[in-house]
């Protein structure tokens, strides 16, 4: 699994970014994407923060909304699993 790049890197980024510097240069200093400059300059300038989104997340089971039909015709007939 992915991990987001750290906000000591991305304040370094976006401080590189601010004192006039191309995207590609800042991406071939800091050894990242020039979209991953580009994305968070944006976010920066849109939000004010350097925080990574969160990856992932809760997904709702695809059954839920039928639990409880399954666990009655389970409780008749308990040799359906």
């Known amino acids: 699994m992915p ?4 906000e000591d890197l991305r304040l370094r980024v ?14 071939a200093i800091f050894q990242v994407s020039s979209s991953f ?3 968070l ?3 920066w300038k849109q939000t ?10 809760y997904r709702r089971a695809f ?3 039928y639990e ?3 666990k009655a015709q389970l409780s ?5 699993t």
Do not use: F, W
Request: a negative charge; glycine letters at 8%.
């Open 14 to 27: 976006v401080n590189a970014i601010e004192s006039g510097q191309s995207t590609r240069a800042v991406s």
């Open 37 to 39: 400059v580009s994305n």
């Open 76 to 80: 008749d007939h308990a040799s359906m």
């Open 41 to 43: 300059h944006q976010c």
């Open 63 to 65: 059954l839920e909304p």
């Open 68 to 70: 409880d039909a399954i």
């Open 3 to 6: 991990t987001p790049y750290s």
């Open 48 to 57: 004010g923060h350097i925080h990574p989104k969160q990856i992932g997340g």
